[in-house]
């Protein structure tokens, strides 16, 4: 199952807590705000912690959801529709 | 001169050269050639119903299907500053579950900008022309024609000619005026969108384009004034005819306005044809290429003047300078005024104007305001420059919407062709512009982010 990571900047508050759960995914810049490395993610230990660390952020700006147009997905795409 | 078979119909549109203190139409077809501005002058205020019917006639009775096909043909592109083809927003809107949402952005948040107010306030019924057109395109039967508060507001043009289209009886959508704060983030298409279903007037964090889903779960269209204006131009020439009033490559008339060092600044010209940046200027009183350009909007790209000078004000040739027409808006920088100066002033303006919601506006724009004044004022040296340019490289691509990434741009682009005045700056000589007054006027009412950062802990 693949899954998108996002973080929300605006509520990115700067915590870093992301980082420390799931520091493949996220770098952090010089003020301690999260970016998202690699927006899809496909590997069950990655995406276990992208889960682990969007449960850990206090703010709810890290964002997974399952993909809809990956291998596993149901949902139509905006192209193939 | 371009014979353009479409404009020739004798019971078109007229085509007549339009000059007066608050706009001017000038045409690249020989002949002054406008179509929008073309008609009463500005002193006459708003185009009332029976003398637009008059010189356009009625709107052509084009279902939904044959709208989309003029948007397809013609390749209409958004003149809000995107420039994203007005078709792929319908279509997907159309392809997404749920009934659209149709929203005709008039808030003009550039602050020089005066093109839409002019649309909206002098010819009012183009504007409602396209957005019933568009309307139609889409399968909805409300609109909403979002505009910003204040005394600039061309909400009471709009509002008039609403009540006479709905005494008219005619094949209308059931029309809704929105107003909204007027700040600069706030006329961004999702802020626009939040602000109109109740939220606030700030950009959104999106992972899907509003066409697929906006902030009411249903697929949102966010056009600009000018952009459904040219739709009902269009759909009286034609897109054929339409098409050919741009250049080769970039379809259609554009609307322009003048800031800095012009005759008219706030003059809103029409450019037919394949004109320049020269022939703009020339159009409003300029007379030789200034120091620079400023393309796109404060936020935009500055050009040498005499580069700029050649190039043809369209999509294409700009884009070939990584520049874009943007909101259409030309800042003319004269060769006593500094660059440096000028920029200073724009990014402290744009990095006031943040909604204060993403860490990279928050704590990024300020440090690069602070860095620019700086280096204006001759107080930065090679060392500081590096770090403002790292600077730059962490706030591209984090925050929400495109704003900070814009400011980035700007930065670029004034570093690149100010490039000898920052060397003579960094060794701390004075620069013959330094005391030059401000050319390009930002407002000077800050009064700070849409939300304040200290609510952040």
């Known amino acids: ?81 | 001169m371009t014979v353009l078979p479409g404009l020739a119909l004798a019971d078109g549109p007229q085509l007549v050269a339009t000059r007066t203190s608050d706009f001017v139409g000038i045409g690249g077809l020989g002949d002054a050639a406008t179509l929008m501005l073309s008609g009463p002058t500005a002193e006459s205020g708003a185009e009332e119903l029976a003398g637009h019917t008059m010189r356009w006639g009625h709107l052509p009775d084009f279902d939904g299907a044959g709208v989309r096909a003029l948007l397809r043909d013609s390749h209409l592109d958004g003149r809000g500053g995107g420039g994203f083809p007005l078709i792929r927003k319908v279509e997907t809107a159309r392809l997404s579950p749920g009934r659209p949402v149709l929203i005709i952005n008039a808030s003009e948040s550039e602050p020089a900008s005066r093109k839409d107010r002019t649309l909206c306030r002098y010819r009012p019924h183009l504007v409602l022309d396209g957005a019933s057109l568009l309307a139609r395109s889409l399968g909805v039967v409300d609109v909403v024609i979002h505009t910003h508060r204040g005394a600039a507001a061309p909400s009471g043009a709009l509002s008039t000619a609403i009540a006479y289209r709905v005494a008219a009886r005619l094949t209308d959508p059931t029309w809704r005026l929105s107003e909204g704060p007027d700040r600069y983030v706030s006329g961004e298409s999702s802020a626009v969108a939040g602000f109109v279903e109740g939220g606030e007037a700030r950009p959104r964090f999106t992972t899907q384009p509003l066409a697929v889903q906006g902030p009411s779960g249903r697929p949102t269209v966010v056009s600009n004034a000018e952009t459904v204006a040219q739709l009902a131009v269009m759909s009286r020439v034609g897109p054929v005819a339409w098409n050919a009033l741009g250049a080769s490559s970039s379809p259609g008339p554009r609307l322009v306005t003048l800031m800095g060092a012009v005759a008219h600044p706030g003059e809103v010209l029409e450019l037919t044809g394949p004109g320049t940046i020269g022939d703009l200027l020339t159009a409003d009183g300029v007379v030789a290429p200034p120091a620079a350009v400023l393309v796109g909007g404060f936020a935009g790209t500055w050009i040498p003047g005499g580069v700029a000078w050649q190039t043809p004000f369209n999509r294409a040739a700009l884009g070939s300078m990584e520049a874009s027409p943007g909101c259409g808006l030309i800042g003319v920088l004269p060769h006593a005024a500094c660059g440096l100066n000028e920029t200073a002033r724009i990014v402290r303006y744009l990095a006031g104007e943040s909604a204060g919601q993403c860490g990279t506006c928050v704590a990024g724009l300020p440090r690069l305001a602070d860095s620019m004044a700086m280096l204006a004022r001759g107080s930065l040296r090679g060392r500081g420059v590096r770090k403002m340019t790292a600077l730059a490289d962490t706030i591209l691509g984090s925050g929400a919407c495109g704003h900070p990434d814009a400011v980035v741009g700007l930065f670029h682009s004034t570093l690149e062709v100010f490039h000898d005045d920052v060397v003579r700056h960094l060794a701390g000589s004075p620069c013959r512009g330094s005391d030059h007054p401000p050319v390009l006027h930002v407002p000077d009412a800050v009064v700070g982010p849409l939300i304040d950062a200290s609510s952040w802990i």
């Open chain 1, 1 to 81: 199952m693949s899954a998108i990571v996002n973080i929300d900047p605006t509520l990115c508050r700067g915590h870093a807590i992301c980082a420390l759960f799931f520091s493949d995914g996220v770098e952090l810049d010089q003020w301690g705000f999260g970016r998202v490395v690699d927006g899809t993610v496909d590997s069950a230990r990655l995406l276990k912690r992208a889960r682990r660390a969007a449960a850990a952020c206090p703010n709810g700006a890290l964002i997974v959801v399952d993909d809809p147009t990956g291998p596993d997905g149901t949902g139509p795409s905006i192209d193939s529709a």
